[in-house]
């Protein structure tokens, strides 16, 4: 009799044994997923904080980007978009490409987005572009040479006028072409378009109202600005052409109404225009 009683409680004893063992694997088990359900969603986090967007821009719209005496890319585009990013906490690269290159980099997806004193206009938003809410308020404005004797429209009868080309200024100078009779030559970057001016061989030229004040005055261009050949102007803007890339669009516009407040955007704009 205390043999099958001791069979029985050995049995039991065994069975015991092997149910704790089985909970303690399923326990683990659990654990384990749950480990790797945490660690993926770590993961997927760390990758959506590493995103660094593309930003693309001019190489030469002083004050709004250029290189300074020290070799390094600076301007009010570039301050600001610092500003921002620092702002809502976004990573991002900018590169330098020059405007045509900066424009096509953001149309094949090269590149997230474009920040290059663009103006906003219709024509722009017809053809894809989706713009940030505007930055910085410009005029395009003629500009000729120091002594010369234009004073007004009518005086570029028969002459031609330089522009940059896909700008508001080269928009500018074909709207009165025709009107007043002159022609239009396209350049690629502002400085060659100044120096076709200086050289002789354009009458004017066509620039943003603040680009050419800053490049006259730093640069000591023999170039001026006459007194009512300006536009009515137009904000500037930054863009995306995908609307996958909204996110950034988002964080563009919210970190520049909060810098607007906190009074970093005047700080910046006045350290470049005062």
Not at 15 to 26: E, I, P, Y
Not at 177 to 195: A, C, H, I, N, R
Request: proline content about 2%; some cysteine; charged content about 20%.
């Amino acid at each position: 009799m205390k043999k099958i009683l001791a069979l029985i409680l050995s049995t039991l004893l065994i069975s015991s044994a092997v149910l704790t063992g089985c909970g303690s694997q399923n326990n683990q088990n659990t654990a384990d997923q749950s480990s790797n359900t945490a660690e993926t969603s770590q993961n997927s986090n760390s990758t959506s904080s590493d995103k660094v967007w593309i930003i693309a821009t001019d190489t030469v719209f002083k004050p709004f980007e250029y290189t300074n005496e020290n070799n390094e890319f600076v301007g009010i585009d570039v301050d600001l978009l610092a500003a921002i990013a620092e702002d809502q906490g976004f990573k991002y690269e900018l590169q330098s490409l020059g405007w045509d290159a900066a424009v096509a980099a953001v149309q094949a997806g090269q590149a997230d987005g474009l920040i290059a004193g663009a103006t906003i206009k219709q024509e722009r938003i017809d053809s894809g572009w989706i713009f940030s809410d505007g930055y910085y308020n410009a005029t395009q404005t003629f500009v000729v040479a120091e002594g010369s004797d234009i004073k007004s429209f009518e005086d570029l009868k028969g002459k031609n006028v330089a522009v940059k080309n896909g700008t508001a200024g080269a928009d500018f100078a074909n709207s009165l072409k025709d009107q007043y009779g002159f022609t239009v030559t396209v350049f690629e970057d502002s400085p060659t378009m100044y120096q076709d001016v200086i050289l002789g061989n354009s009458a004017a030229c066509v620039e943003d109202t603040p680009i050419m004040a800053v490049s006259i005055k730093e640069g000591n261009l023999p170039l001026m600005i006459p007194e009512g050949m300006e536009s009515e102007g137009a904000p500037y803007g930054f863009a995306i052409m995908n609307e996958a890339n909204q996110e950034l669009l988002d964080m563009f516009n919210a970190g520049l109404a909060n810098i607007k407040a906190n009074g970093k955007y005047d700080e910046i704009l006045n350290k470049y225009l005062k």
